[in-house]
Each structure stands twice: as C-alpha cells, then as structure tokens.
C-alpha cells in the first residue's frame, strides 16, 4: 500500500528529490568477470550555486553486491567518508544521515560499489536480478539538484554520475 499526504506549496519547507548516484558502467557491455572481487564508482559534483542537502541514502544493487562507501571530496580538496556499510540484497536499508550531509558548492560525492561475481560468467549492468546495478540513492533537497542531465540506461531521469 502506498499513502500521499500533500500539503500546500506555501507550507513545505524543502521540496526534496530521490536521485540516483553511483554508477552504470561495470567495464561496458563485458560486465564484471567471472570469480572476481570488483569495485564501481561513480562521482557527482554539486555544480549549483546553492547548498544541496542529503537526508538520507539507500544502497541499491543486486545479488553480487557486498558494499557501498560513499566519499565527499570537499571544494577545498579534504575527503569525508558519509557512508561505508556493507550490503546484503535481501535485507535492504534505508539509512537516515544525523546530521544530514551538505554538499556546498564545488564539493563532489563518489559513490563505490563492491561486488562478489561468484558466477562462471561476466555480469553486466541491468535491471534483472541476474544482472546488477550500482545506486546509492540519495534523498535530497532542493529537489533535482544533483541531476546532471545524464539519463540512466533504465529511463531514470534524477541522476548523476
């Protein structure tokens, strides 16, 4: 079940958005190799003139997914490591950020994703359970700020890598 609770425009305080970051590229349509240990990343930089503030993440991958890190690299170069939790498919969380993370100006986020490929065979990017994927969703306001208009392979349009 689904519930929406609107409120006047007048009375929200942020409109936020859920964007994607991480990556879609797992070395093209080759896909990681077979009984290997491999790491994707994908980096989003805040090119707005305003603060972007993150609430919350929630790691997405696949079967052969292990760990998601996510690391800040700040405008003035110093790194801040905001999420470094390992990841198990069938119990996926939701993890609120106390304080919550803002990216001023400048800043970037670099999402990497850790996977096990057990398998005989290469596994690509893609939407099916057999396949993977690499998100770290990141609930954020002002709403669509961390969009750098590039589209996702699977029609998303809130991403950025």
């Known amino acids: 079940m689904v519930q929406i609770c609107t409120v006047p425009k007048a009375m ?5 958005s859920i964007n ?3 990556t879609e590229n797992f070395n093209g349509p080759l896909g990681m190799p077979p009984h290997t240990m491999s790491k994707f ?3 989003c930089t805040n090119t707005k003139l305003e603060p972007i503030t993150i609430w919350a993440f929630w790691p997405h991958m696949h079967k052969l997914g292990r760990h998601m890190n996510s690391v800040i690299r ?4 110093t790194m801040e490591t905001v999420f470094d939790k390992p990841f198990d498919f069938n119990k996926q969380i939701h993890y609120p950020m106390t304080p919550e ?5 400048g800043d970037a986020i670099t999402s990497t994703c850790t996977f096990d490929n057990h398998t005989d065979a290469a596994v690509a990017f893609g939407p099916s359970t057999e396949q993977e994927m690499c998100y770290q969703f990141a609930f954020s306001y002002p709403a669509r700020a961390l969009n750098n208009g590039v589209p996702s392979l699977i029609g998303a349009s809130n991403t950025c890598w």
């Open 41 to 43: 990343a994908g980096t």
């Open 12 to 16: 929200r305080q942020n409109n936020l």
């Open 101 to 105: 993370l803002v990216l001023q100006p």
């Open 74 to 77: 700040r405008a003035n170069g």
């Open 20 to 22: 994607s970051l991480g």
